[in-house]
C-alpha cells in the first residue's frame, strides 16, 4: 500500500472537547481514531457518530457500555471513542505530573568501543578506561529495586549505550549478581536486558547466552551494508562475528532482538533488510530505527526521505508477518501513549561512568550531561546512598513533557517523540517559531503523522472486509498493535478468520 497516498486521506480532529479524537472516511466506511482504538461504521453513519461524540463529549458521566449498547451502534461507537480518548488524555496529563518513580536500571557501563560506526552519536574514545563503580550500581540498584518494590512490578536491569558493554564482561558480571542482591533484599528477581553490537568472540556470546533474559544485537543487514556503516575501529570488516552471535544465541534459543539502523541508502532497502536479516537468523522482533543524529551528520535522513521510509516500513511489517516475526520502529507505537525518549519520563535510572545519573539516553558522559543539565541524581559515596534531584526531575518531567503548540491537533498529539532525539525538548520553548516551523516540516514529525495514518486505515479497512455483519466486534489487529471496533448492521458479528 503506498502510504503517499493515504497521506492525502488525511484524518480531521473532531470537535469534542478538545479530546484526541479523528475521522476520516475511506471507501465506504467512516473510521473514528482516538489512540490505541479505531472503530469502524458505515460512512453514512458519518452525521450522526460526529454529532453523538460532540454531544456525549461534554457529559461527565462516562458512558456504561450496556446503556450505549441498548441505545444504537452509532452512539455505541461515539461512547467507545470518547472512553478511549479520555483514557490517552488522563495518561498524557499523569505523565506530566508523575513522581519518578524508576522502575528500569539501565547502565551505561564504560564509553568504549570496539566499532567505529560512521553515524554513532556517542563518539566513544578508547582512551578513556572508565566504568560506573560496583557501589554505584549497588545504590542505584537499591533505590530501583525499592520502588519497584512498592509499586509490587518487576525490576528491569538493562546493559547498553554510551560504548560496548561486551568489552568489560567482568564488571557487567559483577554488576548484574549485585543487582540481584538488591532485588532479592526485596523478594524481586531483575529480568536482564543487553544492547550490544554483536560483534565479539564466540565465548562471549556464550556469556550472552548465559547471563540475560534477553539480547540485543544492532546489525544494519546483509555483510556489506553492515561492514560500511558498522566497521571495527581500524576500519576492518566485523559482519562475520556479528553473524556468529547472532548464530549462537539462535542456536541456544536465547531470544533475541535486531536493531537494524535506516540511513539515506538503505532506506529503500528495509524490505530486503528484514528478510535477510529474519530468515537467517529468525529474531523475535526486527526493529527499524532512522539514524539519530550525530556529529559527523553521517546518513542522515531528511523529509525528502519520509515517503520512502514509511513505504518500506510497511513492505518489510509484510514481510516479517509472514516469517512470523514483528518489525516495529519507536517512532510510531500505535498501542502506547508516549513523549520524548528522556529517561525521567520513562521511570529509567540511567547510571553512568562517574555514577551519576543522567536524564537524557543520549549523554553518557559527565560533560555531556551537564552541557545539556540533565544530570538527576548521583552517588553519595559517604552514605553509600543515591541521591536523586526531586525537585529538578520535577521542572524536567514537565518542560520534557509539554506538547508544542503546532501538535495540539494532530492525528499523533498523544503518541510522538516531538522530534526526540534530534530535536531537544530542552533546547527550545513549546512556542519558539522553530519548533512550530519544524512540526510540519521534520524527517520524523512527517514518517509519523503518514505512519500512524497508514496503519490506522490498513487496520480499520482489513476489519471492515473481514466482517461480514453485527453490531459491534473488537478485533485485535497484531500486526499494527490497534484494537479494531466494526459496527455494521444486522444483529450478530461473524468474523472470517
Ligand atoms: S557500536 Fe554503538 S557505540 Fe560503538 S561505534 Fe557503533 S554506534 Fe557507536
Ligand atoms: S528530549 Fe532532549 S533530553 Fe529528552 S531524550 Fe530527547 S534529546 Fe534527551
Ligand atoms: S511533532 Fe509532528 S507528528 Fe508529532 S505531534 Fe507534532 S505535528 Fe504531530
Redesign the pocket.
Known sequence: MQAQALWRSGFRQVLADSLPIYSATSSDRLILYAPRLICVLDKRDTPAALRHIERLAFELPQWEDSRAMSQSRVLHAAARIIQAAREAAREMTEASRQEFMPECLTIYVNNQ?????R??????DVSVNRTVSADGVRAAARLVAGTCATRNIPFTLAFH????PTLVTQHVDRFIDIAREEAGVFGLHPRTYIAT?G?VSEETALWLVTRFDLVGV?CDGPPEVQDRY?PGRDGRPLSEYVSNTMSTLQRHGRPFHIRA?ISRETVYRQSEIVSYLADRYAPSEIRLEPVYINPSGEALLDVSHAAAFVNGFLASQTAGKVRGIPVTTSITRPNAIYGPYCNVLRRVLNLIPGDIATGCFLESRPDGVNRRRVQIGSLDSARRMFRIDKEYIRSLIIRCSERPIGCYNCLCSCQCTFGCPDRCKLEESVESSSFREYEGGSFRCLVNRMLMEAMIVEAADKAWVSTKWGNCNEIWDKQRMLNVRVYKNGQRNEVNP
Open positions: 568501543c570496539n566499532l567505529r560506526c553515524y554513532c552519536y556517542s563518539q566513544p549505550g554510551g560504548g560496548e553490537n560483534a544492532s558498522r539502523t
